[in-house]
């Protein structure tokens, strides 16, 4: 992976100031986390947390889904992204138990190795959104954006 690229796509940084009066979303809260991102490959945690750290995000890296649930994070945290593929715990088990304690936070589940059997599973556990890796430092901005119905950048 380069440096200053997500899944071996760069990084793009808004070019318009988030404040900026002609924004569409001048009015609209924007969305500044705090963001739990879940996921056991070190690299991707690292991207991630980089990517939404570089639009001003607060992110928190957690290297398994028992480690998230360990943390204070489940009800300190405004969005979860979860690798669907873990050992000892999967993003979607992990989002099932995350719908028994805090059912209306926003969940995105990412995944390397798409099977249809886990998107279902997912969407039908709560999941807002279910991205493919690779993918594009936008697609995972909306995601969020949709996920939590507030504005990103």
């Known amino acids: 992976m380069e440096p200053g690229s ?37 690299s991707v945690r690292r991207a991630l947390t980089r990517l939404l750290r ?15 649930l360990r943390s204070a994070a489940l009800h300190d945290v405004d969005c979860l992204v979860l690798d669907v593929h873990m050992p000892t715990m999967s993003g979607i088990e992990l989002l099932e138990e995350v719908r028994v304690a805090a059912s209306k936070l926003p969940v995105v589940l990412m995944t390397g190795r ?27 901005f909306s995601a969020i954006s949709e996920a939590t119905g507030q504005p990103l950048l």
């Open 54 to 68: 570089s639009i001003e995000v607060d992110a928190r890296a957690y290297a398994s889904g028992p480690d998230f």
């Open 114 to 140: 798409y099977e249809a059997d886990f998107a279902h599973r997912a969407l039908a556990a709560g999941a807002s959104a279910f991205l493919r890796k690779p993918f594009s430092d936008e697609e995972l």
């Open 6 to 42: 997500a899944f071996g796509c760069q990084w793009h940084l808004p070019l318009a100031d988030v404040n900026d009066v002609h924004s569409p979303h001048s009015h609209a809260k924007r969305f500044d986390g705090p963001v739990a991102v879940v996921d056991d490959d070190p």
